[in-house]
């Protein structure tokens, strides 16, 4: 797994400024004289969606690769390490279960702990809010657009337009992090220290598409454990699957700084979801380390 637990990806792709040109050819500006809808009231709408997405994701699982490339000072790959999960939500976290590390499945032993991570992280789930983190110090990278989307109301957004994106028409804008916003966990936190734009479907009102990248540095533990850099970013997507639910379809990051203040690091982490099923599965069941799917 990824030497920086700090960000988890297993559910979206991130990429930094490369990203932005390939979704620039999927954009295209619809004609300026129709109407947009009032900013605040559409905020406040993806606010509302967000939460309501949570309970229809439960009833799904899929398949993510992560990959995840250590940089050295000269800017080359030094090490890369792949992490395949079964993907899924219980009360609207979502849980990765690891199947595959660097192409090799789990031994029995590996498996038998790691069924014993993901039953406690169940249990867990059930028990607190979807805006509440499972892990104290990991921020989950697929759930970044909905992090962002609950603070936009306390976010600084701008340049709002209407684009043609993959087809479906969407409301873009920019938005800036406010360092003196309220927020909530570790997550949050780190939104205040974003900027970039992001990509509405205006007939569902969720976040579709999102680039970010931070505007300065941000530390985690009073600064003692670790940080990420200015400059570090981000890049997300969703698909709309079974033309009901919007999951997460890739995400990658290039991410830059320190760990414990001695140690710096830059990883490049990419992922790829895929495989979206509704399986149904009680999650009761995770507690046995045979009751998920193996996925081949």
């Known amino acids: 797994m990824t030497s920086l637990r700090i960000f988890k990806l297993a ?65 080359q790959v030094k090490k890369t390490d792949t992490v395949e999960s079964n993907d899924f939500f219980v009360n609207g976290h979502l849980i990765e279960r690891v199947v595959k590390e660097n192409n090799r499945p789990l031994d029995n032993d590996e498996r038998q702990k790691e069924a014993e991570r993901i039953a406690k992280l169940v249990e867990k789930a059930k028990t607190i809010s979807p ?12 759930r970044v657009p909905e992090i962002i989307s609950r603070i936009l109301p306390v976010m600084e957004v701008y340049h709002a337009r209407r684009v043609i994106w993959h087809g479906r028409p969407t409301i873009v804008f920019d938005f800036l992090g406010r360092p003196d916003a309220k927020t909530v966990g570790i997550a949050e936190s780190a939104s205040k220290n974003l900027q970039g734009t992001i990509w509405i479907d205006e007939a569902d009102r969720l976040v579709v598409h999102m680039e970010a990248r931070f505007n300065d540095n941000f530390h985690l533990a009073l600064g003692l454990f670790a940080s990420i850099e200015k400059g570090s970013s981000l890049r997300f997507d969703r698909a709309l699957v079974n033309s009901e639910v919007w999951l997460p379809a890739g995400a990658d990051a290039d991410l830059q700084g320190r760990i414990l203040m001695v140690k710096s690091y830059h990883e490049h982490v990419t992922e790829h979801d895929y495989n979206f099923e509704r399986p149904h599965i009680d999650a009761q069941r995770i507690n046995d380390a045979d009751a998920w799917p193996q996925r081949k």
Do not use: W
């Open 131 to 142: 805006s509440q983190p499972l892990e104290s110090y990991a921020i989950n990278l697929s």
């Open 11 to 75: 559910s979206f792709p991130l990429c930094l400024l490369s990203p932005l040109l390939p979704a620039a050819r999927c954009t295209a500006q619809l004609p300026a004289n129709q109407a947009l809808p009032d900013i605040h009231q559409l905020i406040y709408e993806v606010h509302q969606h967000e939460m309501q997405l949570d309970k229809v994701r439960d009833d799904y699982t899929y398949t993510s690769v992560q990959i995840t490339q250590s940089i050295d000072a000269d800017g």
